[in-house]
């Protein structure tokens, strides 16, 4: 088994930042790519940004050229860094990680908010 622990989250200002870390324990031989999804009030969870084992990275388009996605495998942490931040990006983020070779996100963090208001 494998449990995920988020930190970082909570209010920042339109264009302000915020850098989320998960933190993973366990089983983490099992762990595949891992990802940051996210979840609106009244909206579908989507996810925001993935990173494999080597490193590759994805983004779904609304935060490209703001948010980055980077896993240090040392500390079995990942973690999102997020700049200009939008008040659309609003949202309980929670981590993932896939069980390795499932494409299926199995592991999931207790989510943390994000409220960007001024």
């Known amino acids: 088994q494998v449990q995920l622990m988020e930190s970082g989250g909570g209010l920042a200002q339109p264009g302000g930042s915020l850098r989320l870390s998960c933190a993973a324990s366990?089983?983490?031989?099992?762990?595949?790519?891992m990802g940051w999804h996210r979840q609106a009030p009244g909206k579908q969870r989507e996810l925001v940004a993935m990173?494999?084992?080597?490193?590759?990275?994805d983004y779904v388009d609304s935060v490209k050229g703001r948010f980055t996605i980077s896993r240090d495998n040392a500390k079995n942490t990942v973690y999102l860094q997020m700049n200009s931040l939008k008040p659309e990006d609003t949202a309980v983020y929670y981590c993932?990680?896939?069980?390795?070779?499932?494409?299926?996100?199995?592991?999931w963090g207790q989510g943390t908010q994000v409220t960007v208001s001024s």
């Open positions: 993932a990680a896939q069980r390795r070779f499932t494409g299926r996100y199995d592991y």
């Open positions: 366990g089983n983490i031989f099992t762990i595949g790519v």
């Open positions: 990173i494999t084992n080597g490193g590759t990275t």
